[in-house]
């Protein structure tokens, strides 16, 4: 089976992963809440926002990385679901997250000190993350 890439919704599918991102940390929705079960003060962040542009490029071509492998899976299992794009890219980043993501992250919580919370912040936005990639993914 031959796969087709489409680079360009795989760039528009990272650049949403960013925006979900952006949006999830702000202040807007739980940005004050992550902060503070990480530990982090406005002044920890104002002393950090030299590192920031380091830090978002890497981020962004994780994110690249993973539109890529996304847009595999979603090739992959468009026969096997039978759905149409759209829905194969939602159904493929829900399983994705499921069966990877969210195990991986939990684990982390029962074995390690994490919190809870923290874990369902972080978690929740790996979730929309995915999900958005694979709306981007689907419709293009």
Do not use: R
């Not at 489409?6 to 739980?30: R, T």
């Not at 993350?129 to 709306?135: F, I, K, N, Q, T």
């Amino acid at each position: 089976m031959e796969i087709t890439v489409n680079y360009m919704g795989i760039l528009f599918a990272a650049v949403a992963s960013m925006v979900v991102g952006f949006l999830w940390y702000s202040p807007l929705l739980f940005g004050h809440q992550w902060m503070k079960l990480v530990g982090l003060t406005k002044e920890k962040m104002e002393d950090a926002k030299g590192e920031m542009g380091k830090t978002y490029s890497i981020s962004f071509v994780l994110s690249l990385l993973t539109a890529y492998v996304l847009s595999h899976v979603m090739a992959l299992s468009e026969n096997f679901f039978g759905y149409g794009m759209l829905q194969t890219g939602l159904t493929s980043a829900f399983c994705m997250w499921l069966g990877f993501v969210m195990p991986v992250q939990l684990t982390d919580v029962l074995f390690g000190s994490k919190k809870t919370q923290l874990f369902a912040i972080n978690t929740g936005y790996q979730l929309a993350s995915l999900l958005a990639m694979g709306v981007v993914l689907g419709i293009m």
